[in-house]
């Protein structure tokens, strides 16, 4: 079992940005990858970054270029750093663990993040 806490979310101005956090307990030890989902009212949960133990990195499109994904594996924490953050990135922000391909999620209760001036 992994238990994992997001923090860091919140209220940002168009073109500002945020840095959120996610801790890992339990099981930590064979996480292998971990990263951040998000969520908009009324679609569904999409990737936003994902990085592997080794610091394999993936990220989806629409944030190449702004948001930055790391990992400090000694305290079981992810971390992404939103920059030049736009009204269309607002979404409730989940972390997320594996243990390996095909193996089970874990999700945190999710941050909420919003842009709006």
């Known amino acids: 079992q992994v238990q994992l806490v997001e923090s860091g979310g919140g209220l940002v101005q168009p073109g500002g940005s945020l840095r959120l956090s996610c801790s890992a307990s339990g099981s930590i030890f064979t996480i292998y990858t971990m990263g951040w989902y998000c969520q908009a009212p009324g679609k569904q949960r999409e990737l936003v970054a994902t990085i592997s133990r080794g610091g394999r990195t993936t990220y989806a499109d629409s944030v190449k270029g702004r948001f930055t994904i790391s990992r400090d594996n000694a305290k079981s924490k992810v971390y992404l750093q939103m920059n030049s953050l736009k009204p269309e990135d607002a979404a409730v922000y989940y972390c997320?663990?594996?243990?390996?391909?095909?193996?089970?999620?874990?999700w945190g209760q999710g941050t909420q993040v919003t842009v709006s001036s």
């Open positions: 997320y663990a594996d243990h390996g391909i095909g193996t089970r999620a874990y």
